[in-house]
Structures are given as C-alpha cells and as structure tokens.
C-alpha cells in the first residue's frame, strides 16, 4: 500500500455527523407532533380538524415540488440568476485546462463549465450530479485571480461536485421548506379561509379549529427555527470540507487562501445593487457575497468565518510540508 | 468514492496507477509496424507540485537520481503556466524501455513520498515522416493512454488520434471515455 498524507478531520466528519443526525431527529419529532395535533383532534370530534391535516398535506406536497424542482433544475436556476453562459473550450481555453486538470488528478467527469458577467468575484458549482454539473465563475473572479488561485477555487468547486452537496443541501433543506410553507398557508387559512367553513360541523368546532391551526402553526415554528440552525451549519461544515478536498487535491492550500483573502477582501467594497443581485445564489457561492461582523451572523451563514476556513488550510499547509508525512 | 464518503464530505485523494505504463515498448514496435510513427525517445512526468519543503525535497532527489543513473539521462524540468511541473527525460529513439524504466523510477519516488496523488500524466512522444506529432497520455489516476496529435494553433488531429487508438487497441489500456482526453497544449517534449 502506497504512502498517503491525506488525513482525514474526524472531528469535522463527527460534527457533520451529529448535525445530520439531528436534522432527522427533528424530522421526526415534527412528523411526531404533527401526527398527535391533529389526530388527537380528530378522536375526539370524530374525524374532520377543521381542515388542519388538507393544509398539512397540501404543504408536504408544494414542499416536495419545491425540493424536487430545485434539485432537477438546479442547474438551470443558478445559471439564469447568475446569467452565466456554458462555454466551449475555445471560448475559455484556459479555464477549461484548467479544469481538464483537476478532474484528471480527481479521477472524476468533467462537468460543464459557464462563466457569468457579474463583476462580483465569486464561483459556484451546481447541478443534481456529476453528469449534469456546471461549474461557473465570475468575470470578477478571471480578473481578479492568478492561475493557481483560480485552480484552488475550481477544486473547492469541484469537491462540492464531488461530495453532492447539491443533493445533500436539497434533502437537508426539505424539513425547512415543509415547516415554512405549513406556517404560511396556516396564516392564510387563518385570514381568509377558515372563519367561513367553522360553524358547519359542530358549535364547538369553531374554538378547537383554531386552536389546532393554531398549534400546527407552532409545531411548523419552531421546526423551522430549528431546522434553519440546523441546515445553516451543515452547509458551514459541508464548505469546510470542501475547502479541504480543494486543497488535498492540488496540494496547494496557501493558494486556496490567498484567493480566499482576495475575494473576501473584495467584497467590502461592491456597490449595493450588485450585492442584492447577488443575493439569492449564495448557498452555492464559494464565500457569500454580504458579510457582517459578529457571532450571531456565524450561526446564521452559510459560510464559515474567513478566520475558520485560513486556519484549516493553514493545518493543511503544515501537513502537507512536514517531512514525516 | 463511497456513499458515506459523499454523505460525509470526505473524498480521498486517488493514487495513481503505475503498472499499465510499461505497456509503452510493445506499443512504440506496434506504431512502428503499422503506422509511420517512430518514438522519439522523449518522455515527460506531468505533476502538480505541492507546497512545502517535503516535496522540494522529494523532486530534488527525483533529479538528482535520473543525472546520476548510469546512462546520465539529460532531464529538463520546467513549469507550465497552470502550474504543473514537467520532468522531461530524453533517451535513444529506439530505446523506448529505458526511457519508461526512468519515467518509472519518478512515478515511485514521488508516490514511496506519499505524492502519488500529484502525478497528473507521462507523455512519450512520437513523430512521423511527414513531421506530424504524436503523444501518447497516460493517465495515472485512471491507469489509461489516449493518443493526442496536436496541430498548429491549438487543433488537435482527431482522425489521427481516432485512427491509433484503433492500432493501439491491444497493446494498450485506451481510455474509453472520449471526454477524459484532455489537450495538453504546449507539453514540454511533445
């Protein structure tokens, strides 16, 4: 058996563990609490909640066209809002060796490559598999890199490809999706829908409605706030390793960090609109485009802290130089 | 890579596959026979080098082996613009297993230093009558050869190219998959 310097971070493997197992663990207990809300209603006014269980059902449905529709289309989507164009190897040979490379030295298909016009220095990876992924990087990110910060980024891009973290981040977000929309339509229903049908079934039926609109609503809440955390730090934790594949793979993590230290340095001074523009892309961007200081905002991004991601590669580095392997 | 690998976002680096090279001899009398393409007893390592001191060191004693070794190959190193390092070695035209014992003995330096995963391809080159080029790709981390003419202003041959690898066919592993092979543009030693 050949010699390796790979090591694996088994304490970033178990915290991404413990994240996911948690995210179903909530599943669970949402499905759980759903199940009692609305059958215990149902037993004791013998079937009917008020039609709670349709709304929890057309929920699940719109949630799972959602999901289903985002990871299908991911693709499509990021590179509409990003208004990138796939391009051949002769429009953008240098960019594609570069890529010819780094998917040689993976062992891994080459997926397609696009680049957008936005001046926002930034790269994502997108695309339900391996077949069908893009990759796509700014014109702001040609301009600003060399060669071998570009290649760190593209291996950050590719390791996300890799790790299928389109479908990991799809089926990781499926819980939020279904508890937000659970909320919403159970405030619609309560605006608009449900003060119409409440007096048909029974007298008392009006109060218990409500009150299980009501709790349904509350499950979906705190669900949501839970699942939110939850997914916000699987995705911090999936950009980790992402950053250390990239830089395993090319054996240059101070390259990775210097485009990093660029990139994020750049950010501060973007003008607004493009920043807004920017926006709604950002779980698949290689460092997000608005940043705030403090520790509220690192439980909320989806980014780790440009001090986290250094530091890593900067272990990296020393691994990778010392003598002993 | 596994499922749990995914799930978990780990991905090992691939170590490379060394043994399919010393296919290369039969392949270059094959080429001879059948085609107008001789070797023209000049190989090159591709790797990417990584940082730090470790595998300085490891490319100076890979240098230092092939100038030493006692037919003193003459080994050119240099840097593409991507960053990637080239070891060329130059060898007799005719004699092909010398030139992949030496391309070899790089091959296991850098892995025996726990670089396998760095290597990215050998190229051997050939040429014709007519002075049309030939590379033949190896590529490490698949353990196959593509053929790869290229032509003035970065066109590649594909008819060329289409035709070897129906040549080669049986002396070689051929990459099956038309989209693993990547141009090399400006290969040192092609």
Redesign the interface.
């Known amino acids: 058996m ?5 090591a ?1 971070d088994p304490g ?2 178990a915290r ?2 413990v994240t ?1 197992f948690l995210l179903g663990a909530v599943l669970t207990g949402f499905v759980i609490a759903l199940y009692f809300v609305l059958f215990a209603y149902a037993d004791r006014h013998g079937g009917g909640s008020g039609g709670s269980d349709g709304l929890v059902i057309i929920s699940v449905l719109i949630g799972l066209a959602i999901a289903v529709g985002g990871y299908w289309f991911s693709d499509k989507i990021a590179l509409s809002t990003a208004r990138a164009q796939v391009v051949t ?1 002769q429009q953008a ?1 240098q960019l594609h ?2 890529i ?2 780094i ?5 891994m ?2 997926p397609r490559v696009a680049i957008s016009p936005m001046g926002v220095p930034n790269a994502f990876a997108t695309g339900r598999s391996s077949k069908v992924a893009v990759v796509c990087v700014t014109q702001g990110l040609l301009q600003r890199l060399d ?2 910060e570009l ?1 760190g980024v593209l291996a950050h891009e590719l ?1 996300h490809v ?4 389109v479908a ?1 981040m799809t089926i990781a977000s499926f819980l939020g999706i279904i508890a937000a929309l659970l909320v919403r339509m159970g405030f619609y229903h309560d605006l608009f829908g449900g003060g119409g049908r409440r007096g048909g079934h029974n007298n008392n039926g009006g109060g218990y409605t409500a009150l299980i609109m009501l709790a349904v609503m509350a499950v979906g809440i705190v669900t949501y706030a839970i699942s939110f955390l939850l997914i916000r730090a699987l995705s911090r ?2 950009e980790l ?2 950053d250390r ?1 990239g830089a ?8 990775l960090a210097s485009a990093l230290v660029k990139v994020t340095g750049d950010m501060a001074r973007i003008p607004t609109r493009d920043l807004r523009q920017a926006e709604p892309l950002n779980a698949f961007y290689f460092t997000p485009a608005l940043s705030t200081k403090g520790s509220v905002h690192n439980l909320f991004s989806t980014h780790p802290s440009l001090d986290k991601r250094l530091a890593q590669l900067e272990k990296i ?1 020393r691994q ?4 002993a ?1 | ?1 596994g499922f749990l690998d ?10 490379p596959k060394l043994d399919n090279l010393f296919g290369l001899p039969s392949a270059a009398v094959t080429l001879q026979v059948a085609t107008d393409f001789r070797a023209t007893g000049t190989g090159s390592v591709c790797f ?8 300085s ?1 490891i490319e100076h004693d890979v240098r230092d082996l092939l100038n030493m070794g006692q037919n003193k190959t003459p080994v050119d190193v240099s840097e593409d ?4 390092t080239w070891l060329v070695c130059h060898h007799s035209p005719d004699d092909v297993e010398g030139l992949v014992t030496d391309l070899h003995a790089v091959n296991s330096s850098l ?8 290597l ?2 050998t190229i051997v080159s050939f040429r014709d009558g007519g002075g049309r080029r030939l590379g033949l790709v190896y ?1 490490y ?2 353990g196959t050869f593509y053929p790869f003419a290229p032509q003035q202003g ?1 066109r590649r041959d594909n008819a060329t190219e289409l035709q070897i690898r129906g040549t080669l066919g049986e002396d070689l592993k051929i990459e099956p ?1 038309l ?2 092979w ?2 090399v ?1 400006g290969a040192p030693g092609l």
């Open positions: 050949a010699r390796t310097r790979y694996s970033l493997t991404m563990g996911m190897p040979p060796q570069i010819d490379r998917c040689a030295l993976a062992d298909p080459k060669a071998k290649e390791s890799a790790h299928k973290d990991v934790y999936r390793s992402a594949s395993l793979l090319t054996g240059q993590p101070s390259a580095s990778l130089g010392s003598s392997g | 890579m995914a799930l978990l976002g780990r991905t090992k680096p691939v170590q990417r080098a990584a940082e730090g001191k470790a595998f060191d613009s991507y960053g990637f892995q025996d230093g726990g670089f396998g995963p760095q990215l391809c590529l981390k698949r970065e998959d989209s693993r990547f141009p543009w």
